[in-house]
């Protein structure tokens, strides 16, 4: 009767004389753990250099300009527009350079806020958005 490589039983005498599995096992251990021990410190490399990547990846993601913005609304950036707003002036060019430069959600929230919607929806506050050619939101 003829027997697997695999089996755990001895060949009859008569037959070619093979290993158990334990016996195969044990040569393959002895033969290769310095292999093994090498693919397990790569793997192990590996994986560490794919959860750097990941983590350096989600970073770069969260500071991303456009991506995620934490936008600051200060409406004193906007104090160059005081005396147009304010006064019967003319718009200087640092005023529209500020209104250019700031958030429409910022204008929304001034265009709410009772304290500043006085200026921002002003007769004035819309000839300073006209002359500095910024549109103001619809909010």
């Known amino acids: 009767p003829s027997t697997s490589p695999f089996s755990t ?3 009859p005498a008569s037959s070619s004389p093979t290993h158990s599995l334990t016996d195969t096992a044990r040569e393959q251990l002895h033969y290769f753990p310095p292999i093994r021990a090498q693919e ?10 794919v959860c750097f990547m990941v983590v350096t990846l989600a970073a770069a993601l969260l500071a991303a300009p456009g991506v995620v913005e934490a936008v600051t609304c200060s409406p004193t950036q906007l104090t160059p527009c005081a005396p147009a707003i304010i006064g019967n002036a003319a718009p200087s060019a640092a005023c529209c350079g500020k209104l250019k430069a700031h958030p429409a959600s910022c204008l929304c929230k001034y265009k709410k806020d009772p ?16 002359a500095c050619k910024v549109r103001l939101p619809r909010c």
């Open 40 to 49: 397990a410190t790569m793997v192990a490399s590996k994986a560490t250099i």
């Open 115 to 130: 304290n500043l919607q006085r200026y921002v929806n002003s007769p004035n506050g819309k000839k300073v958005f006209a």
């Open 9 to 11: 039983t001895q060949a």
